[in-house]
Structures are given as structure tokens and as C-alpha cells.
């Protein structure tokens, strides 16, 4: 789950991690009365979406007075704002940060996350910090410090002061930034974080380290335990499908490809976008049902297959396990009686009850196109594809 700036400022300053003064805005006239009431120039506007490349995007303006905040909220409010990480859809604009702009000495970046293959958090450091952070981290990755964090001992003292002397830190700015990355670690761990980032972290010619930016991203599976973190989700940023989905408890992921599957288990899920790649067509999604799904979540799965635009055909590619495969054709076949289909359907079903589901199909007078194995399931899906 992510959450926009503010909230992860909010955040950040209750952990103690330094933050620009700054206010909120939802209308112009907001905007203006916010720039009056920092009394300070200039000021920074940043349109609040859950995408970065803002600045690359137009979303970030530098103003002046109060008059020319209204002005910028007038054209950013409203808006879809399109990033190189959002892409051509964008993202809404209901909400502005208006922020004092800060004199800036130095700027680095700083970043814990979990390193999957290390199987530990990891604090990220890079003195490449600002908007070209990843072209720098791509070009260069030598120079991205890595610090790994034990899980059972956490974060150490000697790790957060070697953090600073690679960064080339004063030596006057290595305690405050030490104590900097300790808050982060704590918020890290103790929210659940799957990211904690500020990007760029800056010293101002106070020598002050302030963090500019933050970024926080949590771990789906740990919402239970922070209510207050649930709290904070805007599903105006999220694709109006995952949203549906997760009403369902459905993993649904939205891609760019042609082909809606509807697959149960992960992995499966995976093999099953390289099969569809490999045979020369493109995913539109990964959804994967679950195990334990029902007829009602195989159907509910179903309609998000074809609530999508971008979907030419659909390919359901079941191994019947916990699922059986006449439960999955039961909810298929509701599913499609409901609505009006006119998209070619492949199924591929193995497993418990395979041949009850095979029949339930053959009997729904769908046009139905059951596939014998994964290669024939590909071909046929190829297809469908030539016929539309």
C-alpha cells in the first residue's frame, strides 16, 4: 500500500525525522491562504499522486507569492497528472502540499527496503540524490551504498556512522544524520514498512538536515496490525480494477497486454504470462484466484476480466487442487451467462474433478475453447487473438 507525501511527513515527524514547514491545499483559494500564512518566499507547490517523476511531470512548481499559488492550484487541481512512472492515464491531482523552499548545501539519497535475495532490510545510500536518483543508481550502482540490517539485531551504531562517512558527511553532520537514519529504521520496522525513502535528504545552509521529499510504502499483508496506516489509503490513486479486486480478496494486478487470465496460485499465475509471452501475445493482468476460492469468487475474478477494455480474449488456466475444477467452471459459467460475452474464452483445467469441469462447460451452450495442455492453451489463445 502507498501513501502520498504529507502523510509520509506526518510520519516522519512524529518520528522525530526534520520536515519543510509546510500546509495542505484542495482549492485555489486554499493555496493562496497556505502561502499568506507560511510567510515565506519562495514557496514550493507539489501536486500529491502516488507516482514519483512529479517535477519531470510538471506537478512540482516553484512560486513566489500567494497570488501565483492560487494560480498554479487553479491549473494543477482537477488534473491527471502524467509522470514517467504513471504513464499515459496519469493520476488525479485533488490535493496540494505547499511547502517553504529550503537553501540547499548538500543532497544525498537514503532508502531502507528488503532485500529479498539477502533475506534482510537493507539501507540504501547514494550522495546521487533528486529527480535522475535512478538513472544514476543504473548507471553507476557501484556507487549506491549498501548496508545490510540483521533482523535480529537491527540496525547498529557503526552501520549508521559508516553510512555518513561514505556519504563524505561533515563531521559535524554525522550525529544528526546518524539519529536520522535510526528514526527512519524505527518507523521502518515498527509500521511495517516495505519502503522508507527520502529522496533527496538535504542539509540546509544551517547545516540541518531536513528530509525534501518521502516515500513510504507498506506490506499488504500487515495492514491487520495498523488500522491508523489503512486509514491513510486513497483509492482514487489506485486502478479502479485492484480496487474492485481487492473487495474479494482477489490478487489482481493490472498490465498492458491483450490477453485476461484468471489463473489460481502465484506461481502458476507467473508461468502462466510467460507461456502467453513466449507464444507471441501479452498479459493484460495477473490474477490469481487462490486456492480457496468459490464459485462466487471465480465469477466476481471473472468480471474483472471483462470490465477490462484492453482484453481480446481470456484465458482461464486452472490446476484443480484445493479448487476443484467443477467449482471454477460453476462460477465461469454463471459469470459468463450474467453478461454479455463476446470474447473468445480458452480454458485449460487439470486437477480434482477435471472432467466435471470440462463437462459443465461443454454443457453451458458458451462458446467455450478447452484446451488439452499448456502449449495447445497457448496456440488456441494465439487464435483467438487472429480472429478478433
Known sequence: MKIHEYQAKALFKAYGIPI????????????????????????????????????????????????????VASQLLGTRLVTPQTGEEGRPVETLLIEEALTIVTEVYLGITIDRSRSCPVVLASKGGGMEVEKFAAEEPHKVMIEEIDPAVGLRPFQASRI????????????KI??????????????????????????TGMGDP???????????????????????????????????????NLNYIKLKGNVG???????????????????????????DIGGGATAETVREGFKLLLADRDVQVIFI???????????L???????????????????????????????????????????????????KVVAGLSSR
Open 20 to 71: 519543510p514547514r509546510s500546509a495542505l491545499a484542495q482549492t485555489p483559494a486554499e493555496a493562496a491562504k497556505a502561502a499568506h500564512e507560511l510567510g515565506t518566499s519562495p514557496l514550493v507547490v507539489k501536486a500529491q499522486i502516488h507516482a514519483g517523476g512529479r517535477g519531470k511531470g510538471g506537478g512540482i512548481r516553484v512560486i513566489g507569492t500567494p497570488a501565483e499559488a492560487e494560480m
Open 164 to 175: 555518513c562517512y561514505d556519504l563524505n558527511l561533515q563531521a559535524s553532520a554525522v550525529r
Open 178 to 203: 546518524s539519529g536520522l537514519i535510526f528514526a527512519l529504521y524505527q518507523l521502518f520496522i515498527e509500521k511495517d514498512c516495505s519502503l522508507a525513502e527520502i529522496n533527496p535528504l538535504v542539509m
Open 210 to 248: 531536513v528530509a525534501l521529499d518521502a516515500k513510504l510504502n507498506f506490506d499488504d499483508n500487515a495492514l491487520f496490525r495498523h488500522p491508523e496506516i489503512i486509514a491513510l489509503r486513497d483509492i482514487s490513486q489506485e486502478n479502479p480494477l485492484e480496487v474492485e479486486a481487492s473487495r474479494y
Open 261 to 287: 487470465c484468471m489463473v489460481n496460485g502465484a506461481g502458476l499465475a507467473m508461468a502462466t504470462m510467460d507461456l502467453i509471452k513466449r507464444a507471441g501475445a501479452e498479459p493484460a493482468n495477473f490474477l
Open 317 to 327: 488456466n486452472i490446476f484443480g487442487g484445493i479448487l476443484r475444477c467443477d467449482t
Open 329 to 379: 467452471a460453476r462460477g465461469v459459467v454463471k459469470a459468463a451467462a450474467e453478461l454479455v460475452v463476446d470474447l473468445p474464452m480458452v480454458v485449460r483445467l487439470e486437477g480434482t474433478n477435471v472432467e466435471k469441469g470440462r463437462q459443465i462447460l461443454s454443457d453451458s451452450g458458451l462458446k467455450f475453447t478447452v484446451a488439452s495442455g499448456l502449449k495447445d492453451a497457448a496456440e
